[in-house]
Nanobody, 122 residues
Framework: QVQLVESGGGLVQAGDSVRLSCATS????????LGWFRQAPGKEREFVAV???????YYADSVKGRWTISRDDANNTVYLQMNSLKPEDTAVYYC????????????????WGRGTQVTVSS
């Protein structure tokens, strides 16, 4: 199996930047796409970004141009650089791993971290 642990969240002000990290362990790390989802209170879990070994990435429209996903396969870690944060970005952010399927659907990710809270104040 694949284990994932997120870190880097916290309380920040609008306009600030945060870098989330997801440390992974398990077999065949490079075979998985590594993605970020977020879930605000009372809302559905929402796709944010995904990165595949080799450099392919895909972003939700809400974050494209503001945020960057990257991965370090040698260290089994994926990052989410979050710039120009807005109050509506407040959510629990989850790291997840996918082998195949539509990347925006959380049902296609068999492995998840516990999440890290990002709170953006105005």
């Amino acid at each position: 199996q694949v284990q994932l642990v997120e870190s880097g969240g916290g309380l920040v002000q609008a306009g600030d930047s945060v870098r989330l990290s997801c440390a992974t362990s398990g077999r065949t790390f490079s075979s998985y796409g590594l993605g970020w989802f977020r879930q605000a209170p009372g809302k559905e879990r929402e796709f944010v970004a995904v990165s595949w070994s080799g450099g392919s990435t895909y972003y939700a429209d809400s974050v494209k141009g503001r945020w960057t996903i990257s991965r370090d396969d040698a260290n089994n870690t994926v990052y989410l650089q979050m710039n120009s944060l807005k109050p509506e970005d407040t959510a629990v952010y989850y790291c997840a791993a996918i082998l195949s399927g539509v990347v925006v659907s959380p049902r296609n990710y068999p492995y998840w971290g516990r999440g890290t809270q990002v709170t953006v104040s105005s």
